[in-house]
């Protein structure tokens, strides 16, 4: 039963908390180019706001247009009740492991590429192609990455890792920290953000995600743009419980969970940091460049799997 | 594994890593600064496996190497593409992608090779020989895929490191004297392409050897 | 003490050429540094011959009967190099070709050279003799750009990286090496002693050993210049000065054979089988082969000489690794035979190059009429080197031949073929350049006699009579091989 009870707060805490993680992005960045910021809550108003608006369909809309929204953040809903994000006790995370999490996301994402593709502009047809050439580059790398965790914790399931990483000896393991490199750039390409993709561009020669989302309004906007907000949010997640596993609760422990729920907004806020200061760092690459920058997540993704063989 | 030997399997690791970052760094300077960390890696690693075993030659090694390897090397080829003036070259002719796919394959195969070894050894070190050998695949790679001659000489460094690695992690070490006349082998030979550099320069145009291609069976 | 001498003269020789080695008396300085090194290296041989093997230096140096005549055959050809380097290289100096430091550089990187060969030859540690293998290297390549033209700067550049390659991964089966027998022989400088290596070769770790001689194959073989890892040879002997051609030909090459031979032997006593001596009978026949079709198309008369090396080197490290009393003995000879021959017709192919300002053989005629010692000693010299009787390559080819026929009958086609083509290769090149009349370009030049007459009538001895001392040689070094 209360397996039950954390699976229903960590779906709260991930629907609450990723518009206030993005904000948090946001203001931080505001913050390094010093200008005023919207505050923290701003994801929330522009989500309510949107919420209250009109759908405006074009007339050759199919019905895979209307319902991809809904498909996207049914999804982003499901991963939030399987990723151990404060406990690892969660009954919904026996039914799909870490590979079926990326089928999941690869759901979704074919949707939005269908979606985009579907009114027949040239901006959507062209932002779905570029993001099908990410994904096809970023989800190899991510298995491989995701796989040389399994390896240390013999399993593909993520309630399983806090139990070899956490609680278990510490280890000084090279694999993991090539695997945790693998990680970000992974993330960094597929939540679409610098270096990879700008979410803050209407640009049409660079942006990949908006331009698929282009056609979209109102309600359906909406949910796509919650949607997305969660999957930075379950992106983080999953490297916190791959790679910082330190301080999810452990099953039947319902104590453990306020302290794992503190921990959570520290690391989440840390990680916030970080993208801030990789987005301030660098700038955006050119397209084709992203095969390398992806080819070298690859790389260190094999690096890591590699050095588990070899080294440990 | 204790602490000492996690520690030195990820300087392995590091190492390896800046393997991979020559094969495929385009930017001279960086190149240099990369070639530098590889040596300090290894001048760390030695030190480790010297407090370890207890064998205190490996010290001197470890110095020998931080000297040359991170100091007087990319010091001397720092002086030499500044006078060269090169240091804002990049080379472009680089396929990343397959290059770093030739380089998995050959870190794997090192792994096959060294496995014979790793069976026999009871050194806390063995498991990195591997990666002792395969930092001399990839040097070797670098200086087969690379055509400026100041890249395809720090592919030729990073192997020797690759090689005092390998000494270091099978054996804890070749006998002293052997080391030493390594290392004065490396340093003649640092002299030796410091002239070549200039020669190549003022015979051909620019440091490309590609240009040398001259020499071949006429039909 | 014989042996510090023979060491330290050529090493010293080396410095003092090094400030005043464009002197005018430079040259004779040099030549008699090298009469010392080879009187010394006589001495030394002479002791080996009556007393028996000699370790010594706390262990550091020895000397059995393998080495011994390598060490006699290094020095009288590195003498006789610097009498013909003498009037060559003055030659080119007047011809503007060396300037002053060049000239310094020479002299001082030839003695370096030899010092680097001998110290290679005589050292008792495995780790030592890669040292002094990387040394010989690198004091030759920037002799073969001596010249500073482009193509002998190519060449130097790919002798440079090629052989460092090779060397590099020579180093990493040495590592390995001494990986196997600390494990037996304990930590420290005397787990890579010869003398204690072949004591305990059975006990050596066979996977290891295996794995070893692969890299010390592949390394060392770069620098006999075995097929498929030869590129660098050719370009290097060609473009750079001739005395250095000779002794890279006649010397460098049969110390890297040395070199190889050894570890051979290590190995195949601590496998038990055969497998090192069929890793180095491939190379050899691929060698042949390759380079008695390359021979076919060559124009450059120094060039065309470098692929006969490999293809001897081949046939050397054929006989080697086919093993056995006969093969070994002809092994022996033929890289005696081969480096007098060879390195003798470098001296007339390099005086013939000066005499009509190209090394194409087109341009090369009427040598016979132009300069009767030229012409005789290069067409006495192809016919030492293609295998005709009477001369000594004649006969270590036969006994190679023989061996061949007996152990490995399969192989002898191929071997008869590569021999086949070879012949006919130098043979049509050579005769038009020796025979007819002389062209309106040929200038007349002053040669020099002594180190071509003293070489060809020393390989025509061998293949007439075999000294008794000489035979006694070889048996033991078969002894020591087998």
């Excluded at chain 1, 939540?191 to 979209?216: C, F, K, Q, S, W």
């Excluded at chain 2, 392409?193 to 291609?213: E, H, K, N, S, Y």
């Excluded at chain 3, 059995?64 to 009288?76: G, P």
Aim: hydrophobic share 55%; net charge neutral.
């Amino acid at each position: 039963m209360t397996g039950f009870l954390i699976e229903i707060l960590q779906v709260l805490v991930v629907l609450i908390g990723a518009p206030v993680f993005v904000g948090w992005i946001r203001t931080l960045k505001c913050w390094t180019q010093s200008r005023s910021t919207a505050g923290i809550l701003q994801p929330y108003r522009d989500i309510l706001k949107l919420f209250h608006k009109d759908i405006m369909l074009a007339e050759n809309a199919s019905w895979i247009f209307r319902f991809t929204p809904y498909l996207v953040f049914g999804v982003s809903v499901l991963a939030a009740g399987i990723i151990p994000i404060l406990s690892v006790d969660l009954p919904l995370a026996k039914t799909a492991d870490v590979i079926a999490l990326i089928a999941l996301f690869a759901i979704a994402r074919f949707f939005i590429a269908l979606a985009g593709m579907d009114i027949g502009t040239a901006f959507g047809g062209m932002g779905s192609s570029r993001e099908m050439m990410i994904a096809s580059l970023a989800e190899p790398a991510m298995l491989m990455a995701i796989f040389t965790v399994s390896l240390i914790s013999q399993s593909t399931s993520l309630s399983q890792i806090p139990h070899v990483i956490a609680y278990g000896d510490f280890i000084l393991r090279p694999s993991m920290a090539f695997a945790l490199l693998a990680f970000i750039l992974i993330t960094l390409a597929e939540t679409g953000r610098i270096p990879v993709d700008n979410p803050a561009t209407h640009l049409e020669l660079t942006m990949i995600h908006e331009a698929m989302i282009l056609e979209y309004s109102g309600k359906h906007l909406a949910l796509i743009e919650w949607a997305g907000m969660m999957k930075l949010f379950l992106f983080t997640a999953i490297g916190i419980v791959a790679f910082f596993p330190w301080g999810i609760a452990p099953s039947d422990n319902m104590a453990a969970i306020p302290l794992a729920l503190f921990l959570m907004i520290i690391k989440f806020a840390v990680v916030g940091t970080g993208i801030v200061l990789i987005e301030t760092g660098l700038a955006k690459m050119r397209i084709f460049r992203v095969s390398e920058f992806l080819g070298s997540a690859f790389l260190f993704a094999t690096l890591g799997m590699l050095s588990y063989f070899i080294l440990e | 594994m204790n602490l000492a030997a996690q520690i030195n399997s990820v300087m392995a690791a590091l190492i390896l890593l800046t393997s991979f970052g020559l094969l495929v760094q385009r930017r001279m300077y960086a190149l240099l600064h990369i070639f530098a960390w590889q040596g300090l890696f290894l001048s760390i690693s030695t030190a480790i496996v010297g407090y370890v075993s207890g064998t205190h030659h490996l010290y001197i090694s470890s110095v020998l190497t931080l000297v040359l390897k991170v100091i007087l090397l990319p010091y001397i080829l720092h002086i030499l593409i500044i006078r060269l003036q090169i240091h804002k070259e990049v080379e472009t002719t680089i396929n990343v992608p397959t290059t770093m796919l030739i380089g998995i394959a050959l870190v794997i195969f090192s792994y096959h090779l060294t496995s014979p070894i790793r069976e026999l050894s009871t050194l806390v070190t063995r498991s990195t020989i591997a990666v002792a050998l395969a930092t001399v695949m990839l040097g070797l790679l670098m200086m087969i895929t690379r055509k400026h001659a100041v890249t395809q000489i720090i592919g030729f460094l990073s192997m020797e490191n690759g090689l005092f690695f390998a000494a270091t992690s099978a054996t804890y070490g070749m006998p002293l004297v052997v080391e030493l006349g390594v290392g004065l082998d490396i340093l003649i030979a640092a002299f030796i392409f410091g002239i070549f550099f200039f020669q190549i320069r003022t015979t051909f145009d620019g440091l490309d050897v590609d240009q040398m291609a001259k020499l071949k069976e006429e039909d | 003490m014989t042996l510090l001498i023979l060491l330290s003269v050529s090493f010293f020789a080396a410095v003092i050429l090094a400030f005043i080695g464009d002197r005018k008396f430079a040259p004779e300085i040099n030549i008699l540094g090298s009469i010392v090194t080879f009187l010394a290296g006589i001495f030394l041989a002479v002791q080996v011959y009556m007393y028996g093997p000699i370790i010594t230096g706390g262990k550091f140096f020895f000397v059995d009967a393998f080495n011994i005549y390598l060490v006699v055959l290094t020095s009288f050809v590195s003498m006789t190099t610097a009498m013909f380097s003498r009037r060559y290289m003055r030659h080119e100096r007047e011809h503007g070709r060396v300037g002053h430091r060049g000239m310094r550089f020479y002299h001082a990187m030839f003695q370096l050279f030899i010092f680097a060969m001998l110290l290679a030859l005589l050292t008792n540690n495995v780790g030592v003799l890669w040292i002094a293998m990387e040394l010989a290297t690198l004091s030759t390549v920037l002799l073969v750009s001596l010249y500073q033209t482009p193509t002998a700067i190519e060449a130097a550049w790919k002798y440079f990286i090629l052989c460092g390659v090779g060397i590099a991964l020579a180093l990493f089966g040495t590592v390995l090496l001494y990986f196997a027998a600390e494990r037996i022989l304990g930590e420290g400088g005397e787990a890579l002693l010869w003398t204690n290596l072949n004591q305990v070769s059975d006990k050596l770790e066979p996977t290891v050993l295996s794995l070893a001689f692969v890299f010390l194959m592949v390394g060392y073989g770069t620098k006999v210049g075995l097929a498929p890892l030869h590129n660098w040879l050719p370009d290097a002997h060609s473009e750079g000065p001739t005395p250095i051609s000779a002794v890279l030909s006649g010397l460098l090459l049969n110390i890297a054979l040395y070199a190889l031979v050894r570890c051979k032997v290590l190995v195949d006593g601590a496998t038990g089988t055969h497998r090192a001596g069929y890793i180095m009978m491939g190379f050899g026949i691929i060698s042949i082969l390759i380079a008695a079709f390359s021979l076919l198309r060559q124009k450059d008369i120094k060039r065309m000489f470098a692929y006969s090396s490999i293809e001897h080197m081949g046939i050397a490290t054929f006989a080697f690794g086919l093993g056995g009393p006969i093969a070994t003995f002809g092994g022996l000879m033929h890289m005696l035979a081969h480096s007098l021959t060879k390195s003798s017709i470098f001296f007339t192919a390099g005086h013939a190059s000066q005499m009509h300002s190209t090394q194409e053989m087109d341009r090369i005629k009427g040598l016979r009429r132009g300069n009767p010692l030229v012409g005789w000693g290069l067409i006495l010299g192809a016919i030492a080197i293609v295998g005709m009787p009477p001369f000594g390559i004649f006969m270590s080819e036969f006994l190679i031949l023989t061996a061949t026929m007996k152990d490995a009958p399969l192989m002898t086609p191929l071997l008869l073929i590569g021999l086949g083509v070879a012949f006919a290769a130098i043979f049509r090149k050579v005769q038009p350049m020796v025979a007819g009349i002389v062209p309106s370009y040929q200038k007349s030049l002053k040669a020099s006699h002594i180190p071509v007459i003293l070489h060809l009538v020393l390989v025509l001895i061998i293949g007439l009579y075999m000294p008794d001392f000489l035979s006694q040689w070889f048996h033991k070094a078969v002894e020591i091989l087998k």
